[in-house]
C-alpha cells in the first residue's frame, strides 16, 4: 500500500504564501489521484483539491479556487500544494490522501492518509 | 451542498457492547458513502467504502449499511483500540462532504 507524508507546514502571514509537499512511497504513487483535505483546529474534514495522475486534471474548492495550485512531480513522487492569498480561515492541518481511482475516473474516498501538516495562518 | 449530518455526536460504550452510528445525506447519495476512523493526533483511516465495502486490514466487526439518505456504520463489540472519533463522507456530489463526526468513548 502507497504511504504519503506531508511537510511544509508553519506560521504564514495573511496574504502570503506557503508551499506544501506530500512524498509517496511504492511504485504505484505516480497512478493514483491525490487529494489534499484540511481539518480545522478542533472541527471536522474539509475536502480542498485533487490531482490526477499525470497532473493533467486538476480541482478546487470553492473556499481555495484562484488562491491554491496542486501541482505534482511523478518522477520524484511528490504532490506540491501551493497556497497563496493565505487567509486567517486557512488554519487547519492539512493531510494528503490517495484515490486508488483509474486515470479518468477517480473514486473520490480515500485510502491512505500522512499524519498531517499544520498550517497556521496569523499576522 | 450535500450536508452529512452525524448522529449522535458523542456514543458512550462498554467494551464488549455494540455501537451504532449514524449519518445522514441532505440528498440522495446513492451507495457513494465511505467511513473513517481518527485517534487523537493521528490521521484518519479508511474503515468502509461504497456504503458497506470493508476497506483492507478492517476487522469483521466493524459493517456498513444503507443507502441513499440514510447510513450506519455498526462496530459489533467493541474493543479497546475502537475508542475514537468517526466521520463519513460521501462521494456522490459534488463538492465532497464530510460529517461533523461521532464520538465513541468508553463508558
Known amino acids: 500500500e502507497v504511504q504519503v507524508v506531508e511537510s511544509g507546514g508553519g506560521l504564514g502571514r495573511p496574504g502570503g504564501s506557503l508551499r506544501l509537499s506530500c512524498a509517496g512511497s511504492g511504485i504505484t504513487f505516480s497512478s493514483l489521484w491525490i487529494h489534499w483535505v484540511r481539518q480545522d483546529p478542533g472541527k471536522g474534514l474539509v475536502w480542498v483539491a485533487r490531482i490526477n495522475s499525470d497532473g493533467t486534471k486538476t480541482t478546487y474548492a470553492d473556499s481555495v479556487k484562484g488562491r491554491f495550485i496542486i501541482s505534482r512531480d511523478n518522477a520524484n513522487k511528490t504532490v506540491h500544494l501551493q497556497m497563496n492569498s493565505l487567509r486567517v480561515e486557512d488554519t487547519a492541518v492539512y493531510y494528503c490522501?490517495?484515490?486508488?481511482?483509474?486515470?479518468?475516473?477517480?473514486?473520490?474516498?480515500?485510502?491512505?492518509w500522512g499524519r498531517g501538516t499544520l498550517v497556521s495562518v496569523s499576522s | 451542498e450535500t450536508v452529512m449530518t452525524q448522529s449522535p455526536a458523542t456514543l458512550s460504550v462498554s467494551p464488549g457492547e455494540r455501537a451504532t452510528l449514524s449519518c445522514r445525506a441532505s440528498q440522495g447519495v446513492s451507495n457513494d458513502l465511505a467511513w473513517y476512523q481518527q485517534k487523537p493526533g493521528q490521521a484518519p483511516r479508511l474503515l468502509i467504502y461504497g456504503g458497506f465495502s470493508r476497506a483492507t486490514g478492517i476487522p469483521a466487526r466493524f459493517s456498513g449499511s444503507g443507502s441513499g439518505t440514510e447510513f450506519t456504520l455498526t462496530i459489533s463489540s467493541l474493543q479497546s483500540e475502537d475508542f475514537a472519533l468517526y466521520y463519513c463522507q460521501q462521494y456522490n456530489r459534488w463538492p465532497l462532504t464530510f460529517g461533523g463526526g461521532s464520538k465513541v468513548e468508553i463508558k
Open positions: 490522501a490517495t484515490d486508488r481511482g483509474t486515470y479518468y475516473v477517480p473514486e473520490n474516498w480515500f485510502q491512505s
